[in-house]
T-cell receptor
Framework: DGGITQSPKYLFRKEGQNVTLSCEQN?????MYWYRQDPGQGLRLIYY???????QKGDIAEGYSVSREKKESFPLTVTSAQKNPTAFYLC????????????FGDGTRLSIL | SQQGEEDPQALSIQEGENATMNCSYK?????LQWYRQNSGRGLVHLIL???NEREKHSGRLRVTLDTSKKSSSLLITASRAADTASYFC????????????WGLGTSLAVNP
């Protein structure tokens, strides 16, 4: 079945450590996104990519980095510069246009040790 | 910045009843989308309604759009316990197709 796979489901970060969240899709979608979700808040866009080797900052990109070397993969690195990384991270993809419906993975919950 | 605002924030109903939740937005839109999120899971797309449409149906779901009032509603008929989830609206600005703008969601509890 086609879909988006995020791993790991739970992740713990130590102070000063960078961690990378994986996102893989087999939907053949061009566009991919990373969102952060905090309790009581809607989704906030971290980064998005419309095509391989291209990505753009979203609303809260500081302390995060991404790469898009393959169409299927869009990993997110939470760097030590992100001082409040505890959140639920969601990866999504869509066909080409941003105004198309987005398909989501089941998220990664990141906590601080 | 948040474009859509859902109302109510939380809703509790009995199985078999209808659930209505509303979404308001501030500027002209290209389309409006509704999503469902079960606890601890990703979001699932439910319905997309374009700015030139007034109503769409999908199974037990009915979405309306009133562009003059800049609002949309999602009606779930004959609700089931499995409908318990958070529901989000997301809008795309008419002049900017680059991202969805998300509301804060309505938390729906359907009691057996």
């Amino acid at each position: 079945d086609g879909g988006i796979t995020q791993s790991p489901k739970y992740l713990f970060r130590k102070e000063g450590q960078n961690v990378t969240l994986s996102c893989e899709q087999n939907l053949n979608h061009d566009a991919m996104y990373w969102y952060r979700q905090d309790p009581g808040q809607g989704l906030r866009l971290i980064y998005y990519s419309q095509i391989v080797n291209d990505f753009q900052k979203g609303d809260i990109a500081e302390g995060y980095s991404v790469s898009r070397e393959k169409k299927e993969s869009f990993p997110l690195t939470v760097t030590s510069a992100q001082k409040n990384p505890t959140a639920f991270y969601l990866c999504a993809s869509s066909i080409g246009q941003y105004n198309q419906p987005q398909h989501f993975g089941d998220g990664t919950r990141l906590s601080i040790l | 910045s948040q474009q859509g605002e859902e109302d109510p924030q939380a809703l509790s109903i009995q199985e078999g009843e209808n659930a209505t939740m509303n979404c308001s937005y501030k500027t002209s839109i290209n389309n409006l989308q509704w999503y469902r999120q079960n606890s601890g899971r990703g979001l699932v797309h439910l319905i997309l309604i374009r700015s030139n449409e007034r109503e769409k149906h999908s199974g037990r779901l009915r979405v309306t759009l009133d562009t003059s009032k800049k609002s949309s509603s999602l009606l779930i008929t004959a609700s089931r316990a499995a409908d318990t989830a958070s529901y989000f609206c997301a809008t795309v600005y008419a002049g900017n197709n680059r991202k969805l703008i998300w509301g804060l969601g309505t938390s729906l509890a359907v009691n057996p």
